[in-house]
């Protein structure tokens, strides 16, 4: 059984645990506890689950034994997230993906720590980076490219062939038109 630690004590944070326990692709995986930033934690538990502070992170979720998941939300364009995120790359530590069983994914490549809900539509060859979340109920067209920490909140068209830049934002009902390029 492979062992997970979220980063976050939040709602992003009880969404994650939610997901990773309640989808039959994840049941692999146990989820240990939580873990956040030294200045944010101010409760011994969450969910019932262990909450320790980022400075002490390896030595309760040593990196040879667990691997993290960072569940936090969008705040300031993603900076937070790819922050935190790229603490955990520099530590050693594999961020898991959450990609749900109820999507339809096409060829799909992605990086770590992305977190991608249920009933997408996700064409052939789409491309996804680092630390993306995707919300629920979402089209992604073919052949398009999706860059390191952004966030796509429910119901986006992205058309094909299109190129998203590193943390940019998509709110409810975005649509892109084919070979588009945002930065």
């Not at 976050?8 to 146990?30: H, P, Q, R, V, W």
């Not at 569940?71 to 603490?87: D, G, H, M, P, T």
């Not at 089209?139 to 390191?148: K, L, N």
Request: charged content about 25%.
């Amino acid at each position: 059984m492979k062992k997970l630690f979220i980063f976050g004590n939040g709602e992003f944070a009880e969404l994650a645990k939610y997901y990773f326990d309640n989808d039959e692709k994840y049941s692999g995986i146990k989820i240990e506890g939580f873990c956040v930033s030294d200045e944010n934690c101010k409760e011994k538990t969450f969910m019932n689950l262990p909450v320790v502070p980022f400075s002490e992170v390896e030595k309760v979720y040593p990196k040879e034994y667990f691997n993290g998941f960072v569940a936090i939300s969008y705040r300031k364009l993603n900076e937070n997230r790819k922050n935190v995120f790229k603490n955990f790359k520099d530590k050693g530590y594999k961020l898991e993906s959450y990609i749900s069983s109820d999507s339809h994914n096409a060829n799909l490549s992605y990086g770590e720590n992305c977190f991608i809900l249920e009933n997408q539509s996700i064409q052939h060859n789409v491309n996804i980076g680092n630390n993306v979340f995707i919300w629920s109920s979402n089209h992604i067209g073919h052949m398009t490219e999706i860059g390191d920490h952004t966030y796509i909140s429910s119901h986006v068209v992205i058309s094909g062939h299109c190129k998203i830049g590193s943390r940019c934002f998509f709110g409810v009902n975005s649509a892109v038109a084919d070979f588009s390029k945002i930065e």
